[in-house]
């Protein structure tokens, strides 16, 4: 006998666990399919920021308890350049805030809320393979191989996942940026209460937070670095310098990893019954902040064209679902872009676009317009225009 459900879901990220979250709240039946342990998916760190419209979105669905709880409202952000620091007021220039809060506390309630829910998520079942026109799953758990039949699937599963390869007809728009990062969790208080983002001669550098105790710290790194050219003694010292913190008290490292930064976009996000979401359609350089929040957008998107399908049977919204994410994408991708050329060293360090960095940087906290554009796409960029309205959602039979 072969196993039946509504929407097989690949991957247990954001973009997966939001998805089986929202169909659930309209009676739609999901499994989420997870290679990794619940351990490993809980301890992932990743990113830290959440726009205004993602967090929103955590609240309206019933999943933003703790996030509000917990989370650290932000009303800007630092730019540091040339030995100076100048504020960006988000607040003050758009009315909204963002929230500081890591994507493994977003999985963690979102992981409990599935449970709570009597929700099926498979941890250690890695799908092998998905049939986009049969909507057929199959996957090992156990050592065995198993099959699920869904009416539709939701690949959520990341950048190397199952899901880009079943994509077919697809145009993939790719662009390579010449650096990495390198990013360190240390238990060591914040630096500053807001994060601070910082160009220097050295290189671009990241001060951010995960609570009064911990910091989440950045540096630009080449693109081939190895992780054994950085002693703790240089990842402090370097931290210092580019963020212009000469006492920035150095504390245990508690993570470390070198992440490349590369921007994918995949067109259209659907091949027959399998919809891609998240990183699996979409890969930002993390400069922006937009990759969670533009993974839980798509899913917003995502879930009311699945559930209008269940309920009416019309596959409108459904075809419309790529185009319905294009703008907010590339405009993200855009956003993301810019924030990376615009504080990030080149790689053959030429003097030119050193000062002409300099003079964009000058520009944007100099000018209310550039401030501005600068502030409305970091609290927005990914998430607006997406509108959950929680009466959508009831009603529907299981
Ligand atoms: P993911 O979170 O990647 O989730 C995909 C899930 O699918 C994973 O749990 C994976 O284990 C699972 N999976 C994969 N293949 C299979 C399979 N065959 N079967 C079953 N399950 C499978 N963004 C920022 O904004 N700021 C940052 O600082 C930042 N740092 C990052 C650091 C790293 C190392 C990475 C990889 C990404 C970072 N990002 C950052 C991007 C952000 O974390 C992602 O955009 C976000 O995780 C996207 O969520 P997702 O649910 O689409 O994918
Ligand atoms: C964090 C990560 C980012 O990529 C960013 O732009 C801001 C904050 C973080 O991990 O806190």
Not at 121 to 136: K, M, N, Q
Not at 225 to 230: K, M, N
Request: glycine share 10%; proline share 4%.
């Amino acid at each position: 006998m072969i196993e039946r459900t509504q929407v097989a879901i690949v991957g247990a990220g954001p973009a997966g666990l939001m998805l089986s979250h929202l169909l659930d709240l309209a009676g739609v039946r999901s499994v989420v399919f997870e290679t990794r342990d619940r351990a490993y998916v809980e301890a992932r760190v990743r990113a830290g920021v959440l726009e205004h419209g993602a967090a929103e979105l955590l609240r309206a669905s019933g999943a933003g308890a703790r996030m509000d709880r917990e989370g650290l409202v932000h009303r800007g952000i630092y730019l540091h350049f040339a030995g100076a620091r100048h504020h960006i007021d988000f607040d003050e220039l758009t009315g909204r805030t963002i929230l500081v809060y890591g994507q493994q506390e977003v999985v963690k309630d979102l992981i409990a809320g599935r449970l709570e829910a009597g929700g099926d998520v498979r941890f250690e079942a890695e799908v092998a393979a998905v049939d986009a026109r049969l909507g057929e799953i199959r996957y090992l758990q156990d050592q065995q191989e198993r099959f699920v039949q869904a009416d539709l699937v939701g690949a959520c599963d990341g950048s190397h996942g199952v899901g880009r390869r079943a994509l077919e007809g697809v145009s993939v728009y790719e662009h390579v940026h010449p650096h990495s990062w390198l990013g360190i969790l240390a238990r060591t208080p914040p630096a500053s209460e807001e994060l601070i983002y910082a160009y220097h001669d050295h290189g671009f550098a990241l001060h951010s937070m995960r609570s009064p105790e911990i910091s989440r710290l950045y540096l630009q790194v080449s693109q081939d670095e190895d992780l054994a050219g950085w002693p703790e003694e240089r990842i402090w010292e370097e931290l210092r310098i580019r963020l212009g913190e000469p006492s920035l008290p150095q504390g245990e490292i508690l993570d470390v990893g070198i992440t490349p930064m590369r921007s994918v976009v995949v067109e259209p996000m659907q091949t027959a019954r399998m919809f891609v979401a998240g990183d699996a359609a979409h890969i930002l350089p993390p400069t922006g902040a937009k990759g969670m929040n533009l993974a839980l957008a798509d899913v917003a998107v995502l879930s009311v064209a699945m559930v209008e399908w269940f309920r009416s049977g019309s596959t409108a919204a459904l075809e419309r679902y790529s185009q319905d994410c294009a703008n907010r994408v590339w405009r993200a991708q855009r956003f993301s872009s810019f924030m990376t050329s615009l504080l990030h060293r080149d790689a053959e360090g030429d003097p030119f676009e050193h000062r002409l960095r300099l003079a964009n940087l000058a520009y944007t906290v100099g000018s209310r317009a550039a401030a501005a554009s600068l502030a409305e796409n970091y609290v927005g960029a990914a998430t607006d225009g997406v509108v959950f309205d929680p009466s959508l959602f009831n009603g529907v039979a299981r």
